[in-house]
């Protein structure tokens, strides 16, 4: 590993003590402060200084903790230490396990990493062969040897990475991912990205637009068409961007044809809310507020799950924990681009409405709410049961509806392309 990913992975561990040493002082001064309530007036000398001990161990003990964590990350930085980049990629991109638990780790606490400049927070990047593609026009040309003129971007969701996309059907048979298909059956190049899915969906939806706009410009062919596929969070940010990239007037926008969403809760996601529900009922009392603290401590971006929030506007000047409350503004789609949806639930009708596919309700990635409705046509999506939310990564019914609204009448008038199915991204 090079230094500065030793250093940070100690300020990661630092900063997960710190969290853990808030939650114990938090109930202990909640459960402490409930007895000398209980005791009455009497009680207040004992109280302060009860009160004054506490606070100063704790804060002993998280200095000291924190500081031999960052200490120890030094001592390991210098003997152990490899500053050769190219060394690092082989260690890294050679073992999905360890790209997966990064991408778990930005998903929950990314925002934080961010902020901290810890060298483990992802940035938003092209990856092919499971290494990142730098933005020119050489490495460009030499990722994609065999570009075409129609390009699938594939955006991941919550806490994966661009490997999800090669899931394995649970139905036992052998199918390769949607983008190596779609390069085969209707001659698109798929891109595949990775990024931090622990910042607001709005920061990763305009640096997707800045990407895009910047590869449609390196792109070793003219770039004819355009079409963005979305799981869960990914197909959030495919919107956000398109709203960025119009708002912008950025070019590539105009060559967008399809977006489709595979169960993206544009109305939010039930699991996320029921946490919002829980750490603010645990605020209420003084021995549980640590564990609200705790739940409190989730990225910004799964916080954007609850109600489907897509623009800075939704989040800004806001309390990020306060009670349901729905601020999410309306985003129109692309007028040049036909949106797409694909709902599921993971069990009959009446269940699966309550339920969905575990984590996004059939309601809520269709678009159909209440008190609002994103305008997707019933035409241009699909509705499954018996599908658990990851069975949208790689399923034979969905690849099916993508060939036929990706591929329209000139599905038929294109030949297969040069490069052969690959077992890896």
């Given at each position: 590993m090079q230094r500065h990913e030793i250093r940070s992975l100690a300020d990661l561990a630092g900063e997960g003590t710190r969290v853990l040493t808030t939650l114990v002082r938090d109930m202990h001064s909640g459960i402490a402060g409930r007895v000398f309530d209980a005791v009455g007036p009497a009680s207040r000398p004992v109280q302060v200084i009860h009160d004054t001990t506490a606070a100063i161990t704790y804060q002993v003990v998280d200095a000291a903790v924190r500081g031999s964590l960052r200490g120890a990350g030094a001592v390991a930085a210098e003997a152990w230490g490899n500053d050769d980049p190219e060394a690092v990629q082989e260690t890294v991109q050679a073992h999905p396990a360890t790209s997966g638990a990064i991408a778990a780790v930005n998903g929950i606490y990314g925002d934080e990493l961010a902020n901290r400049r810890n060298g483990f927070a992802l940035t938003m990047q092209i990856h092919r062969h499971r290494r990142p593609v730098a933005m020119t026009a050489d490495a460009i040309a030499t990722a994609f040897p065999a570009a075409t003129g129609r390009i699938v971007v594939f955006v991941h969701g919550w806490c994966l990475s661009e490997l999800s996309w090669w899931r394995r059907p649970r139905t036992g048979d052998i199918h390769h991912p949607y983008g190596i298909r779609l390069r085969t059956d209707l001659g698109f190049t798929p891109v595949y990205l990775r990024y931090n899915t622990g910042l607001h969906i709005s920061q990763n939806g305009q640096s997707l637009a800045d990407l895009l706009n910047r590869l449609q410009r390196l792109w070793p062919v003219e770039v004819e068409e355009v079409a963005l596929v979305g799981h869960?969070?990914?197909?959030?940010?495919?919107?956000?961007?398109?709203?960025?990239?119009?708002?912008?007037?950025?070019p590539w926008t105009g060559n967008v044809r399809h977006v489709v969403c595979l169960g993206s809760p544009h109305l939010g996601a039930e699991l996320e809310k029921g946490v919002n529900v829980a750490s603010w009922a645990l605020a209420r009392l003084p021995e549980t507020r640590g564990l609200a603290y705790f739940l409190n401590r989730r990225?910004?971006?799964?916080?954007?799950?609850?109600?489907?929030?897509?623009?800075?506007?939704?989040?800004?000047?806001?309390?990020?924990?306060?009670?349901?409350?729905?601020?999410?503004?309306?985003?129109?789609?692309?007028?040049?681009?036909?949106?797409?949806?694909?709902?599921?639930?993971?069990?009959?009708?009446?269940?699966?409405?309550?339920?969905?596919?575990?984590?996004?309700?059939?309601?809520?990635?269709?678009?159909?709410?209440?008190?609002?409705?994103?305008?997707?046509?019933s035409a241009h999506g699909l509705t499954l049961t018996g599908l658990h939310?990851?069975?949208?990564?790689?399923?034979?019914?969905?690849?099916?509806?993508?060939?036929?609204?990706?591929?329209?009448?000139?599905?038929?008038?294109?030949?297969?392309?040069?490069?052969?199915?690959?077992?890896?991204?």
């Open positions: 869960s969070m990914g197909g959030l940010v495919a919107r956000s961007a398109c709203h960025y990239g119009l708002r912008h007037r950025q990225s910004a971006g799964v916080k954007d799950l609850r109600f489907g929030a897509l623009l800075d506007e939704d989040w800004r000047d806001c309390d990020p924990d306060e009670f349901l409350q729905d601020r999410c503004n309306e985003v129109p789609f692309l007028p040049d681009a036909v949106h797409h949806f694909v709902a599921t639930s993971a069990a009959p009708r009446a269940v699966g409405l309550l339920v969905g596919d575990s984590l996004v309700r059939p309601r809520s990635a269709a678009g159909r709410g209440r008190s609002r409705h994103v305008p997707f046509e939310h990851f069975d949208l990564l790689n399923h034979p019914s969905i690849y099916e509806k993508l060939l036929e609204w990706l591929g329209g009448a000139i599905a038929s008038a294109l030949s297969p392309a040069p490069d052969p199915p690959r077992s890896e991204p």
